[in-house]
């Protein structure tokens, strides 16, 4: 016990004195996840418009395929993006291998089936009115679609929470096509799986901290956005 607390202090002290290791691995983090969501929400959600609005042949197993990648391991996406991006694959003359950008996209590909199918579900829950009326008056495509999103805004922005809370958790993937760099691509997840191999608890703890607090903060965040969902 007293082992435990004596790691727990010099994690917090690790936190608040600005460790440049620790605070190196907590910015790539923050940053790819961020950049990746960005790239992957307009994206997902313009596909569960298309999905929630259009009726077309197809549009079921597109859902099903959608709902069924929900379930792949993320160390799969990892390896199939290796294949791609290693020398011998056909994207190797890319270099993209062990870099950020392979990082991104690979956090990009397990964003993207949840974002999809929980864009649907709040597309699908929404009052089809809303579409009907703005284009019964005229208004555009775009225009009608940024209407009904804007209805569906509370679910639309739980999806993109949820998605970013999955992706800066992620170990396998980040740890095949990152190569757990320091300074360069180690992120949490795969920082705290190092640290905790070679017996070193204190960044380990310190860093668990910072995605608990960020897990926390995202699923209140999630649930106060369900909550106003509901009351309005």
């Given at each position: 016990?007293?082992?435990?607390?004596?790691?727990?202090?010099?994690?917090?002290?690790?936190?608040?004195?600005?460790?440049?290791?620790?605070?190196?691995?907590?910015?790539?983090?923050?940053?790819?996840?961020?950049?990746?969501?960005?790239?992957?929400?307009?994206?997902?959600?313009?596909?569960?418009?298309?999905?929630?609005?259009?009726?077309?042949?197809?549009?079921?197993?597109?859902?099903?395929?959608?709902?069924?990648?929900?379930?792949?391991?993320?160390?799969?996406?990892?390896?199939?993006?290796?294949?791609?991006?290693?020398?011998?694959?056909?994207?190797?003359?890319?270099?993209?291998?062990?870099?950020?950008?392979?990082?991104?996209?690979?956090?990009?590909?397990?964003?993207?089936?949840?974002?999809?199918?929980?864009g649907l579900a709040a597309f699908e829950?929404?009052?089809?009115?809303?579409?009907?009326?703005?284009?019964?008056?005229?208004a555009g495509p775009v225009r009608a679609?940024?209407?009904?999103?804007?209805?569906?805004?509370?679910?639309?922005?739980?999806?993109?929470?949820a998605a970013y809370g999955r992706i800066?958790?992620?170990?396998?993937?980040?740890?095949?096509?990152?190569?757990?760099?320091?300074?360069?691509?180690?992120?949490?997840?795969?920082?705290?799986?190092?640290?905790?191999?070679?017996?070193?608890?204190?960044?380990?703890?310190?860093?668990?901290?910072?995605?608990?607090?960020?897990?926390?903060?995202?699923?209140?965040?999630?649930?106060?956005?369900?909550?106003?969902?509901?009351?309005?």
């Open positions: 016990m007293g082992d435990l607390t004596q790691t727990s202090l010099e994690a917090l002290l690790l936190l608040v004195t600005g460790d440049t290791e620790l605070w190196s691995i907590i910015r790539v983090s923050f940053s790819t996840t961020l950049k990746a969501i960005l790239l992957a929400t307009p994206v997902a959600f313009l596909i569960s418009f298309i999905l929630s609005i259009a009726r077309f042949p197809g549009r079921w197993f597109l859902i099903s395929l959608f709902n069924t990648l929900l379930g792949v391991p993320t160390v799969i996406v990892g390896l199939l993006l290796y294949l791609l991006l290693s020398r011998s694959g056909p994207f190797g003359d890319l270099r993209l291998l062990f870099t950020e950008p392979a990082m991104i996209l690979g956090q990009i590909l397990i964003a993207l089936p949840l974002l999809v199918a929980m829950g929404a009052d089809r009115r809303a579409w009907e009326t703005t284009r019964t008056l005229g679609m940024l209407t009904l999103m804007y209805e569906v805004r509370f679910g639309l922005a739980a999806a993109g929470t800066i958790s992620e170990v396998g993937c980040a740890m095949m096509v990152g190569g757990n760099i320091l300074n360069y691509t180690r992120t949490i997840p795969t920082a705290i799986a190092l640290e905790t191999s070679k017996g070193e608890f204190a960044q380990g703890i310190a860093l668990g901290m910072v995605l608990l607090l960020l897990a926390l903060g995202l699923n209140f965040g999630v649930s106060i956005m369900q909550r106003r969902g509901e009351i309005y």
